[in-house]
């Protein structure tokens, strides 16, 4: 797990600074090659019962692997009672979001991530997490949504979680995580009541095989250099 602030979570701080200017699009200066044309592959992690990070415990987060195998996405299971005001400056428009805002997770929470279905994917650099589903912290992608566009749904995350690349994998050998297909009416539920304990619930009575994909232990193609 990377977050901003922290003991131990100050560690790997390249590796967040590669997945942060890869979501924001930037890149020393130059454009970011965006994922949103690459293949879908969220999932959920669901942490087991006996994970008490307080940052991650009886937590539901969608995930999908950016390009350098690091593991990105945002809690979904955490609302807050935060307003969109207090993070975006006057230039945006806010009104017509009226939603909750969710803790996305302990990366920049400072930051507004947006999750958005759309029928094509976004001009700005977002991530592709499942069929018409995008994760982005891009401001073109958050005016786009504000301003009415053509997302038929989405929702805003104070912050993100991530992983470097094979830190996800030492926590699965911890044993903190199961791991279950994402879906879209989950994501977007009204109500996140219950859905830990309905997962967990879940994920007992069906294991995941031992030969399932898991995030950061993927095997894909290399991106071109994209000045990261």
């Known amino acids: 797990m990377i977050s901003v602030k922290g003991g131990r979570d100050n560690l790997p701080v390249y590796a967040l600074v590669r997945c942060l200017l890869f979501a924001a699009g930037v890149a020393a200066g130059q454009p970011a090659i ?33 390009p350098d195998f ?5 809690i979904i299971n955490r609302p807050t009672t935060l307003k969109l005001q207090q993070f975006l400056p006057d230039e945006f428009a806010t009104g017509q979001y009226h939603d909750a805002i969710f803790f996305g997770g302990p990366v920049m929470r400072q930051a507004i991530v947006a999750l958005f279905r759309a029928d ?20 073109d992608n958050l005016r786009w949504l504000l301003a009415g566009g053509g997302a038929t749904r ?33 994501i977007f539920r009204r109500s996140t009541e219950g859905l830990w304990q309905e997962l967990v619930q879940r994920a007992e009575k069906r294991p995941v095989r031992s030969d399932a994909p898991v995030p950061g232990n993927a095997k894909r193609k290399a991106p071109p250099e994209a000045g990261l």
């Open 120 to 139: 094509e994917a976004p001009a700005a650099p977002a991530f592709h997490v499942l069929k018409d589903l995008y994760l982005s912290l891009h401001p």
């Open 70 to 74: 690091s593991t990105v996405g945002v």
């Open 154 to 186: 989405y929702r805003l995350y104070a912050g993100f979680s991530g992983w470097a690349p094979r830190q996800l994998e030492s926590e699965f050998q911890r044993e903190g995580w199961y791991v279950l297909p994402a879906d879209v009416e989950t």
């Open 34 to 66: 965006g994922q949103q044309h690459d293949a879908a592959n969220g999932l959920f992690l669901v942490a087991k019962p006996g994970l008490l990070d307080p940052n991650f415990r009886q937590t539901v987060v969608l995930v999908t692997q950016a």
